[in-house]
């Protein structure tokens, strides 16, 4: 799990890298969508 979350990390930093505020806003977003889904549980 965790070595999977790395290669994630590393995945989105590269992202970053290239397109950094468009990735920025998606990963809110996203966090932002599993905090309603924790709420709904």
Avoid: C, F, Q, W
């Avoid at 950094?20 to 549980?41: A, C």
């Amino acid at each position: 799990m965790r070595l999977h979350l790395k290669k994630l990390y590393s995945i989105i930093n590269a992202g970053i890298k290239r397109d950094g505020p468009l990735l920025r806003d998606v990963l809110r977003t996203s966090e932002v969508k599993e905090k309603k889904d924790e709420r709904n549980y």
